[in-house]
């Protein structure tokens, strides 16, 4: 059993940066392939980001691909999301996600590839 916590989130000006955490419990953390996924109002959950747990990989979605950066800290069970140039259309509950996926990376970017969730952090860009 995984537990997620996810924190860092908060208002903040369009243009401007966030960083948000995700603590995860549990002695095999680098085993597991961790994601942020979101939700905006009136949405489904979008995914965002993955990275992988040994070599470290990444991916991102279009829509964030070059603002955002997904990292990991093995030795600190927690893994980041650092956003920057972000916009009002990034306004949305952000997930983290922890799990382990398989073969190609459609696959990853699958929300029920994912077995332990956080809460989630709520992420409002004003404009």
């Known amino acids: 059993q995984v537990q997620v916590v996810e924190s860092g989130g908060g208002l903040v000006q369009a243009g401007g940066s966030l960083r948000l955490s995700c603590a995860a419990s549990?002695?095999?953390?680098?085993?597991?392939?961790m994601a942020w996924f979101r939700r905006s109002p009136g949405k489904e959950r979008d995914f965002v980001t993955f990275?992988?747990?040994?070599?470290?990989?990444?991916y991102y979605a279009d829509a964030v691909k070059g603002r955002f950066t997904i990292s990991r800290d093995n030795a600190k069970n927690t893994v980041y999301l650092k956003m920057n140039s972000l916009k009002p259309e990034d306004t949305a509950v952000y997930y983290c996600?922890?799990?382990?996926?398989?073969?190609?990376?459609?696959?990853?970017?699958?929300?029920?590839?994912?077995?332990?969730w956080g809460q989630g952090t709520q992420v409002t860009v004003s404009s």
């Open positions: 549990g002695r095999t953390f680098s085993s597991y392939t």
């Open positions: 996600a922890a799990g382990t996926p398989k073969g190609y990376y459609s696959n990853y970017r699958a929300y029920d590839a994912y077995d332990y």
């Open positions: 990275i992988r747990g040994s070599g470290g990989s990444t």
